[in-house]
């Protein structure tokens, strides 16, 4: 993978990342917000029900779950987004997006020390993967403008 197919495939993690992470984020704040001010009258409701602390449970857990069901899926769908984009080191599996400065520079994993980028003036070494993150990365480039 060339400097250039790098940094178009980082700049198309960030926008997936973004999508994929931040609208949720934001929908669970928005409940969370809606929901505390009826927080005491559900508390109230469920204690009728149900005594002692397992009400105050029951009362947070419509902001309580979804927050947590979105913290635990966040580790699978980072690394899903990295295999999906191509920026994962082919040798150690680590995710390259996070030193893009160090990648781009000496075009070598930060944590392996194997060579990830070729010089944009050498023949890169394609594989199927690499061909078809390139007709992906370019159609999407094509329909964004």
């Known amino acids: 993978m060339t400097r250039q197919d790098f940094i ?15 609208v949720p984020l934001i929908l669970i704040v928005v409940l969370a917000l809606t929901y505390l001010p009826c927080l005491t009258a559900a508390q109230d409701l469920i204690a009728r029900r149900v005594s002692g602390t397992f009400a105050e449970v029951i009362a947070v857990l419509p902001v309580a779950g979804p927050l947590l069901g979105f913290l635990a899926l966040v580790v699978p769908m980072a690394r899903s987004i ?26 070598r994993c930060p944590r392996c020390g194997e060579r990830v980028l070729c010089d944009d003036d050498q023949r890169p070494h394609h594989t199927r993967n690499d061909s078809h993150h390139r007709r992906r990365l370019t159609s999407r480039a094509a329909v964004r403008g």
């Open 8 to 22: 178009l495939r980082t700049d198309l993690k960030k926008r997936l990342e973004t999508r994929s992470f931040v």
């Open 82 to 107: 990295d295999r999906r984009c191509g920026v994962s080191c082919r040798h150690c599996g680590r995710s390259l997006d996070g030193p893009r400065g160090i990648v781009i520079a000496s075009g």
